[in-house]
């Protein structure tokens, strides 16, 4: 299990273009650490604007985000059988 956080600035207040913005950036994040875990999307949490000032005077608002993965799958113990999809035949051997 793994936590990833982000952060995104707009020039304008607009939660769901920041939630998105946070998304890519979490799943880059997870992408380069090589986490194969499943993110909780439904727990990501975006707070609220934070209306900043650049060094020239412009206003920013600033979003944060984390996600949280819960470990990736197990793999297969040793002779445990697989399931096979519906339908499917054995190969013959």
């Given at each position: 299990?793994?936590?990833?956080w982000a952060v995104t600035a707009?020039?304008?207040?607009?939660?769901?273009?920041?939630?998105?913005?946070?998304?890519?950036?979490?799943?880059?994040?997870?992408?380069?650490?090589?986490?194969?875990?499943?993110?909780?999307?439904?727990?990501?949490?975006?707070?609220?604007?934070?209306?900043?000032?650049?060094?020239?005077?412009?206003?920013?608002?600033?979003?944060?985000?984390?996600?949280?993965?819960?470990?990736?799958?197990?793999?297969?113990?040793?002779?445990t059988p697989v399931p096979r999809?519906?339908?499917?035949?054995?190969?013959?051997?």
């Amino acid at each position: 299990m793994a936590t990833y956080w982000a952060v995104t600035a707009l020039r304008r207040r607009h939660g769901r273009r920041a939630a998105g913005a946070l998304r890519d950036q979490l799943d880059r994040c997870r992408a380069d650490a090589g986490d194969d875990g499943e993110p909780d999307w439904a727990g990501l949490r975006v707070s609220a604007p934070r209306r900043e000032r650049d060094t020239r005077g412009d206003v920013w608002w600033c979003y944060e985000a984390s996600v949280t993965t819960s470990p990736p799958p197990a793999p297969e113990a040793a002779g445990t059988p697989v399931p096979r999809a519906a339908g499917a035949v054995p190969a013959a051997g």
